[in-house]
T-cell receptor
């Protein structure tokens, strides 16, 4: 079992729709959860982080965390073509001093 | 605020040659990370520094890779000798670290091609 696993892509949604990106993790001691966006040929860019169970909203983005189910998701509302990128889920395990473990990424394409 | 700086941006070398990458983190960030990102995969941590001490190097291939962070600021990552499978993007990231903040900010990366 991979430490961090993301839903296999690519994911294609029409402009204006909600894009749903999912991630599961194996270590119950994980404490911090991050979503990065990576455009082709560019470095990862932090877009959301969440530490507590529940939802966290930032503009069009909502991160959802369910520690009991070891599940974290990212919702993008009103998707735009500029949201087309690879989305990386990353987790910090309880005793790893800030070490990020990344999933393999999900490619999102938003078509006009 | 200036971001994480890396150089060079691109490097092409032949197998068995050596190469070095440089990173300058965001000012005031105590923690520095080097990641390797192979095409189609998420970044993999190679080494993590807290100030100028190593916190985690469990995934660093120590027979060929080395890294240092002198004076707790800039860092260099070296590969000697390079293998074909080292072709990847090498990303440097930094964070305030400790209990202050775990959010990591990435530099532009160095794309290494080993032929």
């Amino acid at each position: 079992q991979k430490e961090v696993e993301q839903n296999s892509g690519p994911l294609s949604v029409p402009e204006g729709a909600i894009a749903s990106l999912n991630c599961t993790y194996s270590d119950r001691g994980s404490q911090s959860f991050f979503w990065y966006r990576q455009y082709s040929g560019k470095s990862p860019e932090l877009i959301m982080f969440i530490y507590s169970n529940g939802d966290k909203e930032d503009g069009r983005f909502t991160a959802q965390l369910n520690k009991a189910s070891q599940y974290v998701s990212l919702l993008i509302r009103d998707s735009q073509p500029s949201d087309s990128a690879t989305y990386l889920c990353a987790v910090i395990k309880g005793t790893s001093y800030g070490k990020l473990t990344f999933g393999q990424g999900t490619i999102l394409t938003v078509h006009p | 605020e200036a971001g994480v700086a890396q150089s060079p941006r691109y490097k092409i070398i032949e197998k068995r040659q050596s190469v070095a990458f440089w990173c300058n983190p965001i000012s005031g960030h105590a923690t520095l990370y080097w990641y390797q990102q192979i095409l189609g995969q998420g970044p993999k941590l190679l080494i993590q520094f807290q100030n100028n001490g190593v916190v985690d190097d469990s995934q660093l291939p120590k027979d060929r890779f080395s890294a240092e962070r002198l004076k707790g600021v800039d860092s260099t990552l070296k590969i000697q000798p390079a293998k074909l499978e080292d072709s990847a993007v090498y990303l440097c990231a930094s964070s305030l670290g400790g209990q202050v903040s775990y959010e990591q900010y990435f530099g532009p990366g160095t794309r290494l091609t080993v032929t």
